[in-house]
């Protein structure tokens, strides 16, 4: 009852708090969840279109990479390989925008992009995701410093995807100078992939062959992304959380006086605690749960801003959310109760005179 | 009823009570007085616990203050005060600040005093909402309360004009009526005609 006597008529003071631990918690779960979500999308690009990757050997990320498209031929006269297609991965200057994504992917794969306007790209044609559509006009478009036809528009659920422009491979192989970028192998034998990618090592020695589940865990890019981003984000954390700590600490400070006549009054230094605990519960909590909702709001939003082109996704994890939660009352409570604590032994009367002072 | 042994107190290195003795009696009105800086403040708080003193040894109702085990409680039954500037708690009501302090028996007596003091329509005010006389009145009738032994007032009128210090001295000389101790401490010479016992300080010692 106190408890929120004391925030409701102190607005204020109870603002700047909700308020710091709100930005603080967003900021956490912004920068760490964005990061995820670019992260997943390549994953998921990756992962749903083959259970094998073939790339060149010794490349530090697959922009640069240039694997020989005479293999595919090869690696479908394999047993157990179901389908094979190969793709270019590159990104370059498309009409007015500065940069997207470029994907130029092999015939039997064009059909994996879901046509919802137009029909598929054939030489010097080119399909423009649904994101990159809406930013496009008319019927040709320049990509580096050829003018492609402009075929039709497809959907995707990666945004990633959506935001870039799909071509045949040929087109993209001299664009960017290359064969392919990476093969993606699907084989009828999931569960035993080891031998496929024994023998598809064998094909060439200029080869890195690796299921997609261990490509992913072990691509340097996604080790670079997450390694940035886990230190920018725990520097967020850290900073947010010293934020709260701080702000619940001036706070307390500011009242020592009150405190002080408490303790004039007969009240217990548990009885000082016990409030304080719970305000700062309360309010802790209601700016958890107010930067929950608002980062979820902005992070369903992200990949419906045009201009961001879809590269901006990001979802929630539930460890990630538990984590925060927990340091961010954790955090909240050392920051009020300590100096609370402290406070409490003084003598009354000096605490009324600190609090004047 | 208070009897303080040899105390003497420290800020710091610099000594304010020098080696007091002083014994108080059940039922008395004590006018403490001197000048500012005397030790008179710092003296009523080692008397009335909201201060421990550097030295020395303080007994209330017979009982050493440093033996108490509980002194919150203690304090909560048998002391009230009131402060020069009211010190009630601003985001409490009139009547929020009074149950605050109130033991839990005493709870249902807040409108009766409130009523006595003449304050009753002042109850869901906030201490914001209501002049400094009135503010002063919810002070004092915070510390009659729980009925306590002994009120200690520190300058309770030093920011009233004369109207309202008089209505204070007379409340807390109606308190002492119904045999409650009162222990004073001001510049204003009209509590004397209130008071039964004069203690004049002077440089941290009693003249």
């Known amino acids: 009852m106190i408890s929120f006597k004391a925030l409701s008529k102190n607005p204020f003071k109870s603002f700047l708090i909700f308020s710091s631990i709100t930005i603080a918690v967003m900021a956490i779960f912004l920068i760490s969840s964005v990061s995820q979500g670019v992260i997943g999308m ?223 009054l007969g009240k217990s230094r548990m009885f000082i605690i016990k409030n304080l605990f719970f305000e700062t519960l309360i309010m802790s909590f209601s700016a958890y749960l107010f930067a929950f909702v608002l980062s979820f709001l902005i992070l369903e939003l992200l990949p419906h801003i045009d201009t961001l082109q879809g590269y901006m996704s990001g979802s929630l994890s539930w460890d990630i959310s538990l984590y925060v939660l927990a340091s961010t009352v954790v955090m909240a409570l050392m920051g009020s109760l300590i100096p609370a604590w402290i406070a409490a032994k003084t003598d009354p009367v000096l605490l009324i005179n600190q609090g004047c002072s | 009823m208070i009897k303080a042994l040899n105390i003497s107190h420290f800020y710091g290195k610099e000594q304010v009570l020098y080696a007091l003795d002083l014994e108080i009696k059940k039922g008395e009105f004590v006018f403490l007085s001197g000048d500012s800086g005397s030790g008179k403040s710092t003296l009523l708080s080692c008397l009335s616990t909201l201060l421990s003193p550097s030295e020395g040894e303080l007994f209330l109702e017979g009982q050493r203050v440093d033996d108490i085990v509980d002194i919150d409680t203690f304090r909560q039954n048998k002391i009230g005060f009131v402060f020069q500037f009211h010190y009630l708690i601003n985001y409490l009501s009139v009547f929020e600040n009074i149950s605050l302090a109130a033991l839990q028996d005493k709870k249902p007596n807040i409108n009766a005093l409130l009523k006595e003091l003449g304050i009753l329509d002042l109850a869901s005010r906030y201490p914001n909402e209501i002049s400094g006389g009135q503010r002063q009145r919810v002070a004092v009738a915070r510390a009659l309360i729980n009925e306590p032994i002994v009120i200690f007032a520190d300058e309770p009128t030093g920011s009233l004009d004369s109207r309202n210090s008089t209505l204070v001295y007379e409340l807390l000389s109606k308190a002492r009526e119904k045999g409650t101790t009162v222990v004073l401490a001001s510049h204003d010479l009209h509590v004397q005609e209130y008071a039964t016992q004069m203690i004049k300080m002077r440089d941290g010692k009693i003249q």
């Open chain 1, 42 to 264: 390549y994953s998921k690009m990756i992962k749903t279109d083959g259970d094998i990757i073939i790339t060149q050997k010794g490349i530090a990320d697959t922009f640069f990479s240039n694997v020989d498209l005479g293999l595919l031929e090869k690696i479908n006269a394999l047993a157990h390989v179901k389908s094979s297609y190969a793709m270019i991965v590159g990104a370059s200057p498309v009409g007015h925008l500065p940069i997207a994504g470029i994907y130029g992917v092999s015939k039997n794969h064009l059909n994996h992009y879901k046509l919802f306007k137009g029909h598929y790209p054939k030489e010097g044609q080119v399909l423009l995701g649904k994101t990159i559509a809406k930013q496009l006009h008319g019927r040709t478009v320049k990509i580096g410093n050829r003018r492609f036809r402009i075929a039709g528009a497809y959907k995707s659920d990666i945004g990633f995807e959506e935001g870039g422009v799909v071509m045949n491979i040929k087109d993209a192989g001299e664009l960017f100078s290359r064969s392919a970028s990476f093969i993606l192998v699907s084989t009828d034998a999931p569960n035993n992939t080891d031998a496929l990618v024994e023998k598809i090592n064998k094909l060439d020695d200029e080869i890195s062959v690796k299921t997609t589940q261990s490509f992913v865990k072990e691509y340097n890019q996604f080790k670079i992304i997450e390694n940035s981003s886990l230190v920018i984000s725990s520097l967020a954390f850290v900073m947010g959380l010293m934020g709260i700590a701080s702000v619940m600490s001036m706070i307390v400070n500011s009242r020592k006086e009150e405190f002080g006549i408490m303790r004039a």
